[in-house]
């Protein structure tokens, strides 16, 4: 899909913090002479091209009690690599599932990034997705800090 002008700014507008306002989307249509309306059909072509994903608040995880988070990384044969990241992708609790190209010395390429509330609990879904998949090849790598999370911004 090609982007237009409009388009653009009607991205650079809700890739940031929308103001919590009856309509969110009058500002913006006033400064590119559309219609509320219009803003909202070209969000719906944007999504329905596959261009935006989705519209949705940003949770902070760890405010919200999701305190025990790691990135699991799985040792997959490439044979395999779609059914397991299949398997993976159905549960809940991981956000993130990545098939990556990895260094000679390093085997585990399957990544999934899993939340939890509990440390008890994070290990109860390791275990479960290591039982339906059948891997049990895997090393789990916690964070120690967070030195940075934004979302992206891609037009400015």
């Given at each position: ?33 559309l219609?509320e ?7 719906k ?22 305190t ?33 190209e ?7 390429n ?47």
């Amino acid at each position: 899909m090609r982007l237009d002008h409009k388009d653009i700014e009607i991205l650079k507008y809700i890739q940031t913090d929308l103001p919590l306002e009856s309509n969110p989307y009058k500002t913006l249509a006033d400064r590119i002479g559309l219609s509320e309306e219009d803003i909202v059909m070209r969000i719906k072509t944007l999504k329905s091209k596959g261009v935006l994903r989705r519209l949705g608040a940003v949770l902070r995880h760890h405010k919200a009690g999701f305190t025990e988070n790691a990135m699991v990384v799985w040792k997959v044969d490439s044979k395999q690599s779609d059914e397991i990241g299949g398997i993976m992708a159905q549960f809940d609790e991981i956000s993130h599932c990545y098939l990556r190209e990895v260094p000679p010395d390093f085997d585990y390429n399957l990544f999934t990034m899993i939340h939890a509330r509990t440390r008890d609990e994070l290990n109860r879904i390791i275990d479960k997705v290591s039982r339906q998949t059948g891997l049990t090849d895997y090393k789990v790598l916690k964070s120690i800090r967070e030195l940075k999370k934004e979302s992206m911004v891609y037009f400015t």
